[in-house]
């Protein structure tokens, strides 16, 4: 097989496969998973027709996927990949760009400068802010943090780049009962510890309470978070920025799917002051709907992001004036991952990506009310795309969500929010309309019918719907 006719047979299964996943169940089926274990053979010894292990891959693993780039599926926080995105990234990956150096990579370079641009004003962050392109939030928590532990410790009079954390200044930092796992994560591979932390507490919807905000004093760091990732909620960043900031602290906003509230003039005032912090943290494969593994590091101040990630060696050219792409990030060669970006952000516009987001968020307002109007209880405030919903006891609840993913119309996911146990439905992709909200939600409430207790008084629901 040539390349070209190889390539071309890529994209005829993969437009068949996102064809079909509309009407194929989300979950894959049980003989789809018997089958992966034809995959489990001893190594080729020699080589194989490129068709012929494609074709493998797209028989055996295709059909054991999760339908996660399809319409109605609803698990964590993640969102799709649009059709141009799927595009460009197979168009980046033709290129095969080592996007690290600006001069010998021109063209991505100038790609992802414009993509980061083009975000900076779409968040409305501070024209001076700097960015990078990364995996996923965790690493742009991780970058951005970076950056922050860079700024705090130089004022304090310590290259923490060239002598690490030995013998350096303490840094507190200070996060919410609600920081999300990943955030403790970055801050244990910074050296910052995952527990030793000041944890503030949070208010019934999982935001930060400003009142319980500690006295800060030294070196400090403040990890503030835009959509918690079960409620959806804020936390007061105005309020917490003003008094941090007057104490000299760094404020850090993990915004992984909040950030982009910032989009649509509907949902920025959840995130009213967000701009008034130092750094964020946001993904792109959530709510933008790119493929994995987009993620971005945003730093207001100039020059700090470099300071923490720079390298120089003889071999690596300089970028003459232009963004080097690898003075961001924490790696060296890296694909040209802003490429995806680029495209989404140039195909949607911004009244695309606002009507995508105002989409999804009336469909997990459409959730909420059809699940409360059944009698079932709706654990949150619906501010955003998230809704946590309970049918009961915990072991009813666990039997809903076992029905739903049998059912197969959508997937959604189980959560702990507060102590309750909690069906969580996570509306973020581009592909999910109004049609795939009304037939999910019947099928959570026939879902949630079939396994009621026997036992227990009928809800309003038969008589409504
Ligand atoms: C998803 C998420 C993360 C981690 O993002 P990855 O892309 O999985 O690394 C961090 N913070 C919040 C609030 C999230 O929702």
Redesign the pocket.
Known sequence: MTRSSLLQDAARRAARYLDGLGSRPVAPRPEALARLAALDTPMPAGPVDPAAVLAQLDELVGPATMAMAGPRFFGF?IGGALPVTVAANWLATAWDQNAALATVTPGVAQVEAVALRWLVDLFGLPDSTEGAFV?????A?FTALAAARHRVLTRAGWPVEAEGLFGAPPITVIVGEEA?P??LKSLGLLGLGRRRLVRVPVDGQGRMRADRLPRIGGPTILCL?A???NTGAFDPLAELCAPAHAAGAWVHV?G???LWARASAQLAPLATGLELADSWAT?A??WLNVPYDS?IAFVREPGVLPAAMAISAEYLPAGDGARNPADFTPELSRRARGVDVWAALASLGTSGIAEMLERNCRGARRFAAGLAAAGHEILNDVVLNQVLVSFGTPEVTERVIAAVQADGTCWCGRTEWQGRTALRISVCSWATTDADVELSLEALLRSAGATRDPGAPTPARTARR
């Open positions: 926080v995996t996923g939030a965790t690493m928590n999300h990943t955030l978070q959509g918690n990732l993990d992984a799917f909040g993904d494969h959530k993620g």
